[in-house]
């Protein structure tokens, strides 16, 4: 299996967040449209998404939805 391209792959709800997951501007348009223009990476939002844990980037979106929408 190749590495997924963080900066020019396209990025879907199914894409498995991999050991070479980067905070791109690909990965952050994803997110914006995925979560709204109020989206934005925090330090506590990144290591979840890098703790070592199977995921998805349609998680990932959960989980930003999840800990930040109700604020």
Same mark, same amino acid.
């Given at each position: 299996?190749? +590495? %997924? +391209? =963080?900066?020019? &792959?396209?990025? #879907?709800? /199914? #894409?498995?967040?991999?050991?070479?997951? !980067?905070? #791109?501007?690909?990965? !952050?348009? %994803? *997110?914006? +449209?995925?979560?709204?223009? $109020?989206?934005? %990476? $925090? !330090?506590? %939002?990144?290591? =979840?998404?890098? +703790? &070592?844990?199977?995921? #998805?980037? &349609? /998680?990932?979106? *959960? /989980? =930003?939805?999840? !800990?930040?929408?109700?604020?």
């Amino acid at each position: 299996m190749t +590495d %997924f +391209d =963080w900066h020019s &792959g396209q990025i #879907t709800k /199914e #894409t498995a967040v991999t050991s070479t997951y !980067r905070n #791109t501007q690909n990965v !952050r348009r %994803f *997110l914006v +449209d995925a979560c709204g223009p $109020d989206f934005k %990476f $925090d !330090r506590g %939002f990144m290591a =979840w998404i890098k +703790d &070592g844990k199977a995921k #998805t980037m &349609g /998680e990932v979106a *959960l /989980e =930003w939805q999840r !800990r930040y929408k109700s604020q």
